[in-house]
């Protein structure tokens, strides 16, 4: 497995299992065979309403705590809740987060910001991220904050590599986190002939071939899958390696399209709309 180190020197796994749209009870049994199959990144989010699911997997696998890297996403309808990252650590079953991130740039962002930097400074966030946020919002984070944000999810994939992006992200030494890394699935994405010549090529299944392209071009993984056999191939990415010419081919492919369109009335609706994480099993 290979690690990256974030900009507070603490590593974290380049892959993991994300667990969107994922129930409770599909939650938990793809996190433990997840954790079995040697993978130590979990990704969930207060918005999954799985976070107990994802702590009793943990606890189920046998593994140390510290063995595993957890990270979770606040939601913005708990951005001015004091208590809301305790709440989070409680559904979690644990005494800290590897990474938390605030999930959406809506409402109060700057005073979950805060939250989160408190926490940070108290030990129950090992580091603090954004999701969602633009290069304008990021600014306005680092400008107002002591703690730079750690990790930047977004939406990448072969058809929406964020080049740009990227670049300012690598001068304020923010790692980028792909979610939507098989672009959710999307059978265009997968059928694209190069992810079928270089997987023949290496014997691997275009899907692995998408998830080592992302790996070599520095972005953090989640992919997510309640399929056995896709969890286990989607770790089996580190041994072999894309040539530079293979990596310039993929490149070629981005569209600058995205599957999910933000829209300030969305994000003016999440404000409200409260996840019901306390009915959660
Ligand atoms: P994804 O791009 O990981 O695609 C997942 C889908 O691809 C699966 O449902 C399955 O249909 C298919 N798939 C998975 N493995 C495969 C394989 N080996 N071969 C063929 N098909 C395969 O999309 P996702 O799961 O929606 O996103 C990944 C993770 O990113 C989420 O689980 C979540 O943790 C995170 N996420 C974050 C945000 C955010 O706003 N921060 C938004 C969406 C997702």
Known sequence: MEV??????????????????????????????????????????NAYVNEKAVGRAMKKSGLAREAVFLETKLW?????????????????????????????????????????EDAYKAGKVKSIGLSNFSEAQIREIIDTFD??????????????????????????????????????????????????????????????????????????IIPGSKNP??????IDLFDFALTDEEMAEIAALDKETRFYTSTPELLARYVTMVPPVDEQE
């Open 76 to 116: 913005p309808s708990f951005y001015e809740d004091p208590d809301a990252i305790e709440k989070t650590l409680a559904r979690l079953d644990t005494d800290y987060i590897d990474l938390l991130l605030l999930h959406q740039p809506a409402g109060n962002f700057l005073q979950a910001y805060k939250l989160m």
């Open 147 to 220: 703690v730079k944000p750690a990790v930047l999810q977004a939406e990448v994939h072969p058809y929406n590599q964020e080049k740009a992006f990227k670049k300012y992200l690598a001068t304020e030494g923010i790692i980028m986190q792909a979610w939507y890394p098989l672009g959710h699935g999307d059978d265009a994405l997968l059928a694209e002939p190069i992810f079928d010549r270089l997987g023949d090529k290496y014997g691997k299944t275009p899907a692995q071939i998408i998830l080592r392209w992302h790996i070599q071009d520095g972005n953090i």
């Open 229 to 234: 056999d896709h969890i286990k191939e989607n």
């Open 4 to 45: 990256v180190t974030l900009n507070n020197g603490l590593k974290m796994p380049m892959a993991g299992i994300g667990t969107y749209l994922m129930t409770p009870d599909v939650a938990e049994p793809a996190v433990l065979k997840a954790l079995a199959e040697d993978y130590r990144l979990i990704d969930t989010a």
